[in-house]
């Protein structure tokens, strides 16, 4: 029996060991200034939390603000739904704000595209701008393309595209891991947070009490790992895609994305816009948020081109033509523009006087528009589009520029396919 003893000990003890928790510290006990971004975390943290559960996975999420327009913010892999706070303070007089904790369950990408989708139809969140980070910024990405008919603007913050180097690059770590105890894995965390994280962002005060303070979980680590490194495909270069305004958001010295990654991010999104902090390390949204917070205004009061000329396609040509009217018509189309199409006899050149006289002639018309491919490059667009009537189809290549007055049809190239 004495033999027996030690060995039960020790089994005791790598079992209680095991059932430690890991610490989750008070932001309030190590952050010592009572400044603007405490108290505007004191008062965030007051505000109700609202659950979904979805697939028999209950979520977390914060809905509030005032607005016309919705901002989804998606945290990274330690992160949850107060990470955002100094953003949320800052836009929420300006527009509706979601934000959600990704449930420790969750562990891959269509499960949080189910939770997320769930939460919006449940809050009737219409278009909607996306601000993630990280793997939020990841998960974005995802969205972008499952369900890009609901997104108009999107800021991909210090996150990566879809790769194998992260999964490659982290494999043993992973393994390892899921050996270890949770105050263990806490460790390691707290490790990385003094080693590389906080001498990024300067040793900043407010980062180095704020992360700490974030709740974590062995099942929730392993689980966020496996939704960064789940790999999905699509076409970034689609019309669906390219007429979504974006944002890049990089920092130059991120230890936790490298450089070949944030460069094969924005070769991604070649149309994206990019903002660079310098020397700000992973999370400037906390650390320099002042700077953050009025990149994000700027962006999101910025016009979108693309909703412009489809506006002049859909509300002035396409409207115009299906009621035979003159006046929308030329608001859609320059004084100026040239019609052109193909016939056995060579090609014809249409002026505007006789089109129109055509389409007064022709009278209304059933018609479907739809926009099959666009791109605007140097304040030119190049649009194509397709207009089925009864029997009949034409595709037309239209030119279009910006004048005064919106942008305005000025090269019209048509022909019929069917």
Do not use: C
């Not at 100094?86 to 704000?97: G, H, M, T, V």
């Not at 979980?217 to 979504?244: C, E, H, M, T």
């Not at 953050?292 to 016009?303: G, P």
């Amino acid at each position: 029996m004495k033999k027996l003893r030690w060995p039960l000990i020790i089994l005791l003890i790598v079992i209680i060991i095991y059932q430690i928790p890991a610490p989750q510290a008070d932001f309030f006990a190590l952050y010592q200034h009572e400044d603007q971004a405490a108290r505007q975390l004191r008062e965030f943290m007051q505000r109700p939390v609202k659950t979904l559960t979805v697939d028999g996975i209950t979520w977390h999420y914060l809905a509030g603000g005032q607005g016309d327009k919705t901002i989804l913010f998606l945290h990274g892999m330690g992160g949850a739904y107060n990470l955002w706070w100094q953003q949320i303070a800052a836009l929420q007089d300006r527009y509706r704000i979601i934000t959600y904790t990704l449930p420790e369950e969750v562990d891959n990408l269509d499960k949080a595209a189910a939770g997320i989708r769930a939460i919006l139809d449940e809050e009737k969140a219409g278009k909607i701008y996306l601000v993630g980070t990280s793997m939020g910024g990841y998960i974005a990405q995802y969205l972008l393309s499952a369900m890009p008919q609901r997104i108009e603007k999107a800021v991909l913050s210090n996150t990566f595209p879809p790769n194998k180097q992260i999964a490659a690059a982290n494999a043993g770590k992973a393994r390892a891991v899921k050996l270890m105890p949770e105050i263990l894995v806490a460790q390691f965390g707290a490790r990385q947070l003094q080693a590389k994280l906080l001498p990024a962002a300067q040793g900043d005060s407010l980062l180095a009490a704020f992360l700490p303070s974030l709740p974590f979980s062995k099942k929730q680590f392993l689980n966020r790992y496996q939704v960064v490194i789940d790999p999905f495909f699509d076409n970034p270069g689609s019309y669906a895609q390219r007429r979504i305004q974006k944002l890049i958001i990089e920092a130059d010295n991120d230890p936790l994305v490298e450089p070949g990654l944030r460069a094969k991010l924005k070769a991604r999104y070649p149309d994206a816009r990019v903002y660079t902090f310098h020397n700000a390390g992973h999370f400037p949204y906390i650390n320099q948020a002042a700077t953050y917070n009025k990149v994000l205004k700027t962006f999101f009061a910025s016009d979108n081109p693309y909703l412009a000329v489809e506006k002049t396609i859909t509300d002035n040509y396409a409207a115009g033509r299906r009621q035979a009217d003159t006046v929308l018509l030329r608001q859609a189309f320059a004084p100026q523009a040239v019609l052109y199409t193909n016939t056995p006899a060579g090609v014809v050149t249409i002026s505007l006087a006789d089109y129109l006289d055509k389409v007064v002639a022709d009278g209304p018309q059933q018609l479907e528009m739809r926009i099959l491919d666009g791109r605007i490059a140097h304040h030119i667009a190049d649009f194509r589009v397709s207009f089925d009537y009864p029997g009949k189809r034409y595709i037309d290549n239209l030119v279009l520029l910006p004048t005064d007055r919106g942008w305005r049809i000025v090269n019209k190239t048509f022909a019929a396919v069917k």
